[in-house]
C-alpha cells in the first residue's frame, strides 16, 4: 500500500532563491504528521507546493498514488486535499454562513452541505451563534475555528493547517490544539505546519523537523522529546 | 419658472443621468475586483452598444429600449469572449499588460466605430424622445426616467446575483482574495469570465440607455470611462449599490455645479472631488474601511 501522501525530493525556488531542498516525506491515511522548525525552515512553501499554489522545480508529490502534476489550486482542493493557508485567509466582508458556503464549493462537495454545516456547527458551536456576522468581526480565535470550518465543508480526505495557533491567546491555542486533535480521531488525515513544538509532539503520530529548506530530523513525538539534539535546538532545554 | 423647483429639476436631471454613470461604474468595478484593473475600455464598449442600438434600430426600426433584450446576452457573450481570447492570457503577466491591453482595445474600438460608423455624432430619434412628463412645474424627460429604471433594474439584478448564487458569492470572495479562493475550489478563470460577462452586459445597458438619450461619436466612450472610475471611487470598490450612488452622486455633482457656477466647470468639479476623495476617504464615501486582522 502507498501513503496518503508523498512528497519526494521535492526542491522549490522562488525566482533565483531556492527555498526547499530536496524535502521527501509522507503521511499515512488517518494519521496526523506535524511539520515543524522555525521561522523561514520552508514548512508554508511544501505546504503552497502540495495545494499548487507554487510549482515544484524538481521533486513529485503523490495523493493516493497519483502524482500530483500540472493540477491547479482548485483542482487539487477537488481531489480532496483542503489547505487553510497561514494568516486564515477568511473572506472578511462575507458572513460565517457565506464563508461556509464557499467551503462546500467543489460540485463533489455540495450534495453533503447540510450534513457538513450540522457537522462544523457541533465542532465549533460558537460560529452558530455567529452565523451571520461577517467574517472580519469575528475574534482571532473565531476565525481561525472558522477558517478550520470552512476546510472541512469541503469533506476532505487530507486536510493541511498553516500555523493554526499563529497569534491565538494560550487558551485558544490548547482549544486549537484539542479540536485538531478531534477531527484526526473522527477519521481525518492531517498535515499539520506548526511552531508550537511542545504541543505539536504531544498530539502528533510523527514529525518531521525542517531547517532553513531542508528535512533535519524525523521520529515519533515521544523519540524526538528525548533527543537531545532536538531538545536543545527545539524545547529550548540546556543538554 | 422660480429659482426653487428649477433647482430640483437640476437634482432630478442630476440623478437620472447619474444612474447610468453607476450602471458603468458597476461593471468597472466587478472587473476591477477580481482582475484588479481599470478596464479603461468600458467607456468604448458603452459606445459600441450605443451604435449596436442605433444601427437595429435605424436597420429594422426595432424599439431601442427592446434592443436591450437583443443587447444583453450579445454584450455579455462579448465580455466572456474578450476575456477568454485577450486577457486571459495576458493576465498571467501581470497587471500592466492587461493594462495596456485595455487601453490598445479601448483605442482599437475607437478607431473600427469611427470607421464603421464615421466620427460624426449620432442620435436616436424616436416619437417619445421629445415627450416629457410634467409635475407641476418639474419636467421629467421620457428617456432619461426609462434609463434610470432601467439602471435600477440592472443594479438590483446583478446585487441578487451576487448576494444569493453560490457563484455570486464566489466572485465576492475571489474578488477579496483571488488565492483564498482558488483553494477552495472556485477557479480564478471562471470568476473573471464571470466579472467580464457581467462587467461588459452592464456597459451594453448603459449603451442602450446612452443611445436613446443623447448624441454621441465614437470618442465619447473615454471620458465616460473615467467618469465611472469616479463614480468607483465615491462608492467604494466592492458595493453594487455603492458604485450606483456614486454615479448618481456625480451626476449631481455635475448637475449641480453647471447650475451654480457655469456649464465649462462641471468635469473640473468632478475631478476634483475624485481627488478629495481618494485623498480623504480612499475607502469611498459609504465604505467601511476593511479591518486588517
Not at chain 2, 454613470?21 to 468600458?42: K, N, P, R, T
Not at chain 2, 462587467?199 to 438619450?213: F, K, M, N
Request: aromatic share 12%.
Amino acid at each position: 500500500m502507498y501513503p496518503l501522501l508523498e512528497v519526494t525530493q521535492l526542491s522549490v525556488f522562488y525566482g533565483d532563491a531556492q527555498a526547499v531542498w530536496e524535502v521527501s516525506f509522507h503521511v499515512e491515511k488517518e494519521k496526523m504528521v506535524a511539520l515543524v522548525g522555525a521561522n523561514g525552515a520552508g514548512k508554508t512553501t511544501v505546504l503552497n507546493t502540495i495545494s499548487a499554489v507554487l510549482r515544484p522545480s524538481k521533486g513529485r508529490i503523490f495523493f493516493r498514488g497519483q502524482p500530483l502534476a500540472h493540477h491547479k489550486p482548485e483542482d487539487v482542493v477537488t481531489l480532496g486535499i483542503s489547505h487553510v493557508p497561514e494568516g486564515r485567509r477568511l473572506f472578511s466582508r462575507l458572513t460565517v454562513l457565506e464563508n461556509l458556503e464557499l467551503g462546500a464549493f467543489p460540485a463533489r462537495t455540495r450534495p453533503f452541505f447540510r450534513e457538513s454545516l450540522d457537522r462544523a456547527f457541533r465542532l465549533f458551536p460558537v460560529l452558530k451563534q455567529r452565523i451571520h456576522q461577517q467574517a472580519g468581526s469575528l475574534s482571532g480565535g473565531e476565525q481561525q475555528m472558522l477558517a478550520i470550518a470552512r476546510a472541512i465543508m469541503a469533506k476532505p480526505v487530507l486536510l493541511m493547517l498553516d500555523e493554526p495557533s499563529l497569534g491565538l491567546a494560550p487558551v485558544m491555542v490548547k482549544l486549537m490544539f484539542q479540536i485538531i486533535q478531534a477531527l484526526n480521531r473522527e477519521g481525518a488525515t492531517i498535515l499539520l505546519v506548526e511552531q508550537n513544538v511542545h504541543q505539536t509532539l504531544e498530539i502528533a503520530d510523527y514529525v518531521y523537523v525542517m531547517k532553513t529548506g531542508r528535512m533535519e530530523l524525523e521520529g515519533h513525538g515521544q523519540d524526538l522529546i528525548r533527543n537531545p539534539d532536538f531538545q536543545r535546538a527545539y524545547l529550548g532545554m540546556i543538554g | 419658472m422660480s429659482a426653487g423647483s428649477a433647482f430640483i429639476q437640476i437634482l432630478i436631471n442630476g440623478v437620472l443621468f447619474g444612474s447610468m454613470y453607476g450602471v458603468a461604474a458597476i461593471g468597472l468595478s466587478l472587473i476591477f475586483g477580481s482582475m484588479q484593473i481599470v478596464f479603461i475600455a468600458q467607456g468604448a464598449v458603452i459606445v459600441l452598444a450605443a451604435y449596436f442600438t442605433y444601427w437595429v434600430f435605424t436597420l429594422t426600426g426595432l424599439e431601442p429600449f427592446f434592443c436591450l433584450l437583443l443587447c444583453l446576452p450579445f454584450f455579455m457573450a462579448l465580455g466572456w469572449g474578450i476575456y477568454a481570447g485577450l486577457f486571459h492570457k495576458v493576465a498571467a503577466a501581470g497587471k500592466n499588460p492587461s493594462l495596456l491591453l485595455a487601453f490598445g482595445l479601448m483605442v482599437l474600438l475607437q478607431n473600427l466605430m469611427s470607421f464603421v460608423w464615421t466620427p460624426n455624432p449620432r442620435a436616436i430619434n424616436t416619437w417619445y424622445t421629445a415627450v416629457g412628463l410634467s409635475f407641476g412645474p418639474i419636467q421629467i424627460s421620457f428617456t432619461r426616467l426609462m434609463v434610470f429604471l432601467i439602471s435600477i433594474a440592472a443594479t438590483g439584478l446583478v446585487f441578487l446575483f451576487m448576494k444569493k448564487t453560490l457563484w455570486g458569492k464566489a466572485v465576492r470572495g475571489a474578488c477579496e482574495d483571488m488565492r483564498a479562493a482558488s483553494l477552495l475550489g472556485i477557479s480564478p478563470r471562471r470568476v473573471n469570465s464571470l466579472t467580464f460577462s457581467i462587467g461588459i452586459a452592464l456597459a451594453g445597458v448603459a449603451g442602450v440607455c446612452t443611445a436613446t438619450t443623447y448624441p454621441f461619436d465614437p470618442y465619447f466612450g473615454f471620458l465616460f470611462s473615467l467618469k465611472a472610475l469616479i463614480a468607483v471611487a465615491f462608492g467604494g470598490l466592492g458595493s453594487v449599490w455603492g458604485a450606483l450612488m456614486g454615479g448618481i452622486l456625480l451626476g449631481l455633482l455635475e448637475g449641480v455645479g453647471s447650475y451654480l457656477i457655469s456649464g465649462g466647470w462641471a468635469d473640473a468639479i468632478s475631478y476634483a472631488a475624485f481627488l478629495l476623495v481618494i485623498m480623504l476617504r480612499p475607502q469611498g464615501l459609504f465604505g467601511k474601511a476593511t479591518r486588517a486582522v
